[in-house]
């Protein structure tokens, strides 16, 4: 079963400060994304990795960072959070091309205060 | 790019009743397309994954249906029961190039008492 864990399923950050949020995947897969989940957005890209070491942007980039150290983690970065980027952030996993499924995790509520 | 619409947002049937949700597309290059099923307080769930080649796909109490010629995915769900009750969402990507997903706005669909 392929597995996506996302950490820290909760977080409550202030103006300002910096934020990570990290995912990892047991799968081997290439491609990972961070999606916001918004009231009446949906899911929005930010970044996604085709491997280690790359980072793209996405459809909503301002703001965020991204970092893929190894095939296995990537990690978001907000390096001054603001009340705006309150949301539910969610990772996925999916190996390249075809009609290969993409893997979510459970999402990581975020909230600046 | 890609751009998905999703209705209705909102949902609500009786125990048993079928329902249908649509979204529409407009890339023509669109190829594989994904029904993902979303719980409170979970991930996405992969409900259904659809080849550009097959316009029917059936699955557990409901079946996807791909319509080409308009541009349209919809998934109908027949009986609805409580299991049932979630945000679903529709996700499009293209046949080549990008590996990435556009997703619809979801709709959350839940069961009158």
């Known amino acids: 079963e392929a597995a996506v864990t996302q950490s820290p399923r909760n977080k409550v950050a202030v103006t300002g400060g910096k934020v990570t949020l990290s995912c990892n995947q047991t799968?081997?897969?290439?491609?990972m994304y961070w999606y916001r989940q918004d009231t009446g957005h949906g899911l929005r890209l930010i970044h996604y990795s085709y491997g280690a070491g790359s980072t793209e942007k996405g459809d909503i980039p301002d703001g965020y960072k991204a970092s893929r150290p190894s095939q296995e983690n990537f990690s978001l970065i907000l390096e001054l959070a603001t009340p705006s980027q309150t949301s539910v952030y969610f990772c996925?996993?999916?190996?390249?091309?075809?009609?290969?499924?993409?893997?979510f995790g459970k999402g990581t509520r975020l909230t600046v205060v | 790019g890609e751009q998905v619409e999703q209705r209705p947002p909102h949902l609500s049937v009786r125990e048993g009743d079928s329902a249908v949700i649509i979204c529409t597309y407009t890339?023509?290059?669109?190829?594989?397309f994904f029904w993902y099923k979303q719980e409170p307080g979970a991930g996405l769930q992969l409900l259904m994954k659809?080849?550009?080649?097959?316009e029917i796909n059936e699955g557990q109490g409901f079946t996807v249906l791909l319509n080409k010629k308009d541009k349209q995915l919809s998934l109908n769900l027949t009986a609805a029961h409580p299991g049932d009750s979630a945000v679903y969402f529709c996700?499009?990507?293209?046949?080549?190039?990008?590996?990435?997903?556009?997703f619809g706005k979801g709709t959350k669909f839940s069961l009158i008492p």
């Open positions: 996925a996993s999916g190996d390249v091309g075809g009609v290969t499924e993409v893997f």
């Open positions: 996700a499009v990507r293209p046949g080549t190039g990008s590996n990435r997903l556009t």
């Open positions: 659809v080849f550009s080649s097959t």
């Open positions: 890339d023509p290059n669109s190829y594989y």
């Open positions: 799968n081997n897969h290439n491609n």
